[in-house]
Each structure stands twice: as C-alpha cells, then as structure tokens.
C-alpha cells in the first residue's frame, strides 16, 4: 500500500526541516518554501494533506489553501501559524476552509495526530465520485435556524431563503435547542452570543451530532482565540462581521445549502467535516447537559 503525500509549505527552511522530522517513513513528503511551487504539486500530483504556514511573503497561507481548495478538492486543508490573527482566521474559515488550525509552537503529537486522521479523509475523498445534485432526495424543504437576537439578521435570511427553506428564528438558547431536538438543521446562521449565553458549545454540539449542518457565524466580536476554537471544533464553515452585507449573506447561504445537499447524498465526505474534541471544561459539561436536554426534548416530542 502506497504511503499518503503530505505538503509542506513554509518561508523558513528550518521549520520544514523540523515537520518532516515528524513524519519521516510514515508519508511521501514533499516540501517548498514557495506557494507558487505548492499550487504546482496540488495541481500535478495527488496529495493527501497539506500544511501550510500562514504569513509567507510571496503569498499567504489562508490564500494558498484556497488555491488548494480549486485544483485539488479532496485534499485535506491544515494552517499552521505562530500569529494569533483574526484576519487569517477568518479568511482560513471563508477562503481556505481549513480541517485544522494549529498554532506554533506546534503540539508534536497533536500535529502527527491530526496530519494522521486528515491523510485517512482524504483517502476516502479520493475515491468518491461527484455526481448531480438529487432533486428526488430534496423534496422536504431544509431547515435554516437563526441563533441572533438581532431582527436585521433574521430579515435577512427571510429576504433570501423564505421561499425555499423552513426558517426559524431563535431569539434565546432555550427557544433554539427546543428546535434542534425537533429536527436536524441544514443550515446554522448565528452570532457567537445569544443574550448573555455563549452559544460556541451549542455549534460545536451541533457538528458532533450531524456532520453535514453547516455553520455561518454572524458577529461583531473580534476574539481570535474563539474563532480558532471554533474552527477546530466546529468545523464552522463562515465567518461574517456585522453589519450584515445582504449579498454577502445570500451568497454564503446558497453555498451552504448546496454544500449541505452533497454531503447529505455523499456521506462518505461527512468526514471531512470531523471535529476536534471540545477542549474547554466547561463547555464539555455545557455539551453533556446539552445532549441530555436534547434527549429529554425528543422523547417528549415524540410522545
């Protein structure tokens, strides 16, 4: 059996020097310190997963993976960084859609683990064939839900979807898990705080429970630390500051429904949207909470 190709990019010879320590004998390996050179080898070879470094001076990180994203779909997407930057967060999340966003100095174990799991996705990726959308398997309408206290927000999103999707506004954390143990959602649109409750280990619990919901983060806060959290744990898949644009929303909508749809009707690419565990004590026990409520809700619900 072929051993899996992994791509590392980085200005600085030293730290692909130190990566590849890492996975010597376990992978084909290839390394460059230009984005240009990594586009190529994405473009001509099959590669498995490629990790990236952010701030690169020819080009930077979050656009490569985006490059990545057009000329080689199934492979798995890691930015690795030494820069705490919300601007490379959020262009990680809206441009690259990353599988991971890890921080140097790296964990060496975590990084193995994690270039581990996304090199087995992409294996799979690889094997599955695209084919059109089924129109037969769309009958019911999707689900679109609105965790926003704001009614610009939700306006919005009646503007764009209300003639295709069932849409519902929740104005407070109760109101909104009340609707998730209803019905799985296809699409999640919401703001990091609902009222004084932070909502992060809702969308992460979100994503455990059903890969294929998709999550827009619509928000003022500017908290890097968070958004990364996210990123990994909850495979959130944009991220949009207010004030809202409009057209920016709609467009991220229908690509959020259209993404939803293929890997509702291609579930071995459910993977791809793996999470990482929910690191914040806190927010694991919010998260077991969550599930027994969910679970009391739905027994209700169907009796």
């Known amino acids: 059996m072929s051993k899996p190709t992994l791509l590392l990019v980085d200005d600085e010879e030293r730290i692909l020097r130190s990566l590849r320590m890492l996975f010597f004998g376990g992978y084909q390996v290839r390394m460059t310190t230009d984005p240009r050179e990594a586009i190529g080898i994405l473009r001509d070879e099959r590669v498995h997963v490629v990790v990236s470094d952010q701030r690169m001076p020819v080009m930077q990180g979050s656009e490569l993976l985006r490059h990545a994203r057009e000329v080689s779909p199934a492979t798995m997407?890691?930015?690795?960084?030494?820069y705490s930057d919300l601007d490379a967060s959020i262009a990680s999340v809206n441009e690259g859609e990353v599988f991971r966003y890890l921080m140097k100095p790296w964990d060496a174990e975590e990084v193995k683990n994690v270039v581990a799991e996304a090199a087995a996705i992409a294996e799979a990726s690889f094997t599955v064939q695209p084919h059109a959308h089924d129109a037969a398997t769309s009958a019911a309408k999707p689900r679109v839900l609105i965790m926003d206290n704001d009614?610009?927000?939700?306006?919005?999103?009646?503007?764009?979807?209300?003639?295709?999707?069932?849409?519902?506004?929740?104005?407070?954390?109760?109101h909104a898990m009340e609707e998730l143990a209803k019905?799985?959602?296809?699409?999640?649109?919401?703001?990091?705080?609902?009222?004084?409750?932070?909502?992060?280990?809702?969308l992460k619990t979100i994503k455990q429970l059903n890969p294929s919901t998709q999550c827009i983060i619509v928000t003022s806060?500017?908290?890097?630390?968070?958004?990364?959290?996210?990123?990994?744990?909850?495979?959130?898949?944009?991220?949009?500051?207010?004030?809202?644009?409009?057209?920016?929303?709609?467009?991220?909508?229908?690509?959020?429904?259209?993404?939803?749809?293929?890997?509702?009707?291609?579930?071995?690419?459910q993977k791809r949207q793996t999470?990482?565990?929910?690191?914040?004590?806190?927010?694991?026990?919010?998260?077991?909470?969550?599930?027994?409520?969910?679970?009391?809700?739905?027994?209700?619900?169907g009796a």
């Open 77 to 82: 997407r890691i930015l690795l960084t030494g």
């Open 151 to 174: 009614e610009a927000t939700a306006r919005a999103v009646h503007e764009t979807l209300s003639d295709r999707c069932e849409i519902i506004w929740a104005a407070d954390a109760q």
């Open 183 to 202: 019905q799985d959602v296809s699409v999640v649109v919401s703001d990091l705080m609902l009222g004084k409750t932070n909502v992060g280990y809702i």
């Open 221 to 269: 806060f500017n908290d890097t630390s968070r958004l990364i959290e996210l990123i990994n744990q909850a495979q959130i898949t944009r991220f949009l500051p207010k004030p809202l644009s409009k057209g920016l929303l709609a467009r991220n909508l229908e690509s959020m429904l259209e993404r939803f749809h293929v890997l509702r009707n291609q579930p071995e690419l």
């Open 275 to 301: 999470v990482a565990p929910i690191s914040d004590p806190q927010e694991k026990i919010q998260s077991v909470n969550f599930l027994g409520l969910l679970g009391r809700l739905r027994v209700r619900i």
